[in-house]
C-alpha cells in the first residue's frame, strides 16, 4: 500500500500569503497524485490531477508540482475562502489512499 | 451534471450490517467510462477509501476492510450499494460515494456526493 505524508498538519496563513502543502508517497507513484479541497461538512472537491493539471473552475492561485515521490500543492495568495483541509490521493497502484490531510486556517 | 445521493440508516448495531445506496443522476452507472466508488471518513480525521465497482461488475476492495464488504450495481434503478457486514464503533463514519474515470489520464475521482452519516451504537 501507498502511503502518503502530508506536511504540515496545520498551517495558519495570512490573507495574501502564499501557501505550500507537501505531499510525500512511500513509493513512486509517477504523476498519479490528485489534490482536494475539503469545506467543512462538505465533500472533497477535485483542485488539481495528475499532479499538476490543472481543473476547470478552479482559481488560477491553486497549482501543482512534483512527480514520482514528492509533490507540491501551492496556493498563490491565500484568500478568505481557502479555509478548507486539503488532501492528496493516489491512484497509481491498489489500494487507492489518502494523505493525513493538511488544514488551512486563516490568522 | 452528474450528480450523487447517498441513502442508508444513519444508525446500526454493533455486528450488523451496514447498508447504503447511491443513487445517480443525470448519468448512467452503466458508462463504461467510469467506476463507482465509496469513501469514508470518521469526524475529523482522514479519508478512506472502501473500494469500486466497475460497469461490467467488477469490484475492488479496500483489504483492511475486505473480508467485510460488497459493493453491487442496480442498473435498472441507476443506483450503487454499500454492504459492511459486523460494524463496530470504529465504522462510525460520514460514507460518501464517488464516480471516478475509467480511462487513461482520467482515474481520479471527480464527482462526489454529499455523504451521508452512519453512527454504530446499540
Known amino acids: 500500500e501507498v502511503v502518503l505524508t502530508q506536511s504540515p498538519d496545520l498551517q495558519s496563513v495570512t490573507p495574501k500569503e502564499k501557501v505550500t502543502i507537501t505531499c510525500r508517497a512511500s513509493?513512486?507513484?509517477?504523476?498519479?497524485l490528485h489534490w482536494y479541497q475539503q469545506k467543512p461538512d462538505q465533500s472533497p472537491k477535485l483542485l488539481i490531477k495528475?499532479?499538476?493539471l490543472s481543473i476547470s473552475g478552479v482559481p488560477s492561485r491553486f497549482s501543482g508540482s512534483g512527480s514520482g515521490t514528492d509533490f507540491t500543492l501551492t496556493i498563490n495568495s491565500l484568500e478568505a475562502e481557502d479555509a478548507a483541509t486539503y488532501f492528496c490521493?493516489?491512484?497509481?497502484?491498489?489500494?487507492?489512499?489518502f494523505g493525513g490531510g493538511t488544514k488551512v486556517e486563516i490568522k | 451534471q452528474v450528480q450523487l445521493q447517498e441513502s442508508g440508516p444513519g444508525l446500526v448495531k454493533p455486528s450488523q450490517t451496514l447498508s447504503l445506496t447511491c443513487t445517480v443522476s443525470?448519468?448512467?452507472?452503466?458508462?463504461?467510462?467510469?467506476?463507482w466508488s465509496w469513501v469514508r471518513q470518521p469526524a475529523g480525521k482522514g479519508l478512506e477509501w472502501i473500494g469500486r465497482?466497475?460497469?461490467?461488475?467488477?469490484?475492488n476492495y479496500n483489504p483492511s476492510l475486505k473480508s467485510r464488504v460488497t459493493i453491487s450495481g442496480d442498473t435498472s434503478k441507476n443506483q450503487f450499494s454499500l454492504h459492511l457486514s459486523s460494524v463496530t464503533a470504529a465504522d462510525t463514519a460520514v460514507y460518501y460515494c464517488?464516480?471516478?474515470?475509467?480511462?487513461?489520464?482520467?482515474?481520479?475521482?471527480?464527482?462526489w456526493g454529499k455523504g451521508t452519516t452512519v453512527t454504530v451504537s446499540s
Open positions: 465497482i466497475y460497469t461490467n461488475g467488477i469490484t
Open positions: 513509493q513512486s507513484i509517477g504523476s498519479s
Open positions: 443525470a448519468g448512467s452507472i452503466s458508462s463504461g467510462s467510469y467506476y
Open positions: 495528475y499532479a499538476s
Open positions: 464517488a464516480r471516478g474515470g475509467n480511462s487513461i489520464g482520467y482515474y481520479y475521482m471527480d464527482v
Open positions: 490521493h493516489q491512484t497509481s497502484s491498489f489500494p487507492l489512499t
